[in-house]
Nanobody
Framework: QVRLVESGGGSVQTGGSLNLSCVASGWTYKASCMGWFRQTPEKEREGIVFIDSEVEDDDGAIYADSVKGRFTISRDNDKDTLYLHMRSLKPDDTAIYYC??????????????????????WGQGTQVTVSA
């Protein structure tokens, strides 16, 4: 059974930083798409960064314009953990942040951005609150 568990959320002031973690367990497929999403009651869920497990360099991640240059994804494959390093946080970044993962065919690239890719597995979410 695949399980994703996020941690690291909290409250910060504008301009602050937070680092989120997502620990995966039970994953048995060789290739996957991994991503971070966020959602507020007022907005639709937003995919903010995606990465292909077959891309060795974290620089190969795809970022939404809303977080590009401020958020960075990284991975620890030995721990099967995905990280989201957030800096220069703004009140608009306030949301519940979710990590997600999905299966993909080995050797197929460029498919992890969502939409249209549909992620199968989701964590429970961690709240990030940025005050003015």
């Amino acid at each position: 059974q695949v399980r994703l568990v996020e941690s690291g959320g909290g409250s910060v002031q504008t301009g602050g930083s937070l680092n989120l973690s997502c620990v995966a367990s039970g994953w048995t497929y060789k290739a996957s798409c991994m991503g971070w999403f966020r959602q507020t009651p007022e907005k639709e869920r937003e995919g903010i960064v995606f990465i292909d497990s077959e891309v060795e360099d974290d620089d190969g991640a795809i970022y939404a314009d809303s977080v590009k240059g401020r958020f960075t994804i990284s991975r620890d494959n030995d721990k099967d953990t995905l990280y989201l390093h957030m800096r220069s946080l703004k009140p608009d970044d306030t949301a519940i942040y979710y990590c997600a993962r999905g299966w993909k065919l080995e050797g197929i690239s460029g498919v992890c951005k969502s939409p249209p890719y549909k992620y199968n597995y989701w964590g429970q979410g961690t709240q990030v609150t940025v005050s003015a």
